[in-house]
Every structure is written in C-alpha cells, then in structure tokens.
C-alpha cells in the first residue's frame, strides 16, 4: 500500500513519533497550522471517518484520549485547543488515511486556516 500515513505507522517513513501504541501513531503535521499541530492516525488503514462501522468506531474514542493527553503533555490543555477531522476531498482530508488533527498554543478562530 503507498499510503503515507501507514507507511509512517510501520516505521517504513521516518517521522518524529510522538505517541505510538498497538491502535495508533501520533506525529507533527508537515504544514502546521499552529504553534502545536500533531496527528493522530489508527495504524489500521481506514480511508475516512464516513467508513467507521459500530464495531471499528471506537478508534474515535481512543484517538480524542491520546489527543487529550498530547495536549496535556505539549503544555495547551489549559487554555484549550481543537480537534478536527476531515472527510472527504470537500472536507477538506488531504491523505485518504483517517486522522485527526491536534492544534493548539495560540487563539483558534474560524476555520483551520
């Protein structure tokens, strides 16, 4: 599969891993959006959030845990940061691997941008 994220989960492509555990890999965003702009990705290769079934859903749950702790860890957690996910081309998901987006460490107002 040339899928970036699996290949950055398998250790195939270097990156600066922050978290890693059996269900996911965290890491820094190539472009940030903000001070702190991580990502969280499942090590399974799910395309969008719109491909999550009642029995694959839960890797939701664990992602926001690790995100929660990445914050608490990078210093935002106590003024407050955002999580965002992207479906789809028009959602604006760049890579068909889901992932979720950790920004913080400055005012975060409208869109990502």
């Known amino acids: 599969m040339n899928c970036i994220f699996c290949r950055i989960a398998s250790g195939e492509v270097p990156s600066n891993i922050l978290y890693q555990d059996e269900r996911v890999v965290a890491f820094p965003d190539i472009n940030p959006k903000a001070p702190v702009h991580l990502l969280v990705v499942p090590r399974e290769h799910i395309e969008t959030v719109a491909e999550l079934t009642e029995d694959s859903a839960s890797i939701i749950g664990h992602i926001v845990?690790?995100?929660?702790?990445?914050?608490?860890?990078?210093?935002?957690?106590?003024?407050?940061?955002?999580?965002?996910?992207?479906?789809?081309?028009?959602?604006?998901?760049?890579?068909?691997?889901?992932?979720?987006?950790?920004?913080?460490?400055?005012?975060?107002?409208?869109?990502?941008?």
């Open 65 to 113: 845990t690790v995100a929660n702790r990445l914050a608490r860890e990078a210093g935002i957690a106590e003024k407050g940061y955002r999580l965002v996910v992207n479906c789809g081309l028009e959602g604006g998901q760049e890579v068909p691997h889901l992932h979720v987006h950790l920004l913080g460490g400055r005012q975060m107002t409208g869109t990502l941008g």
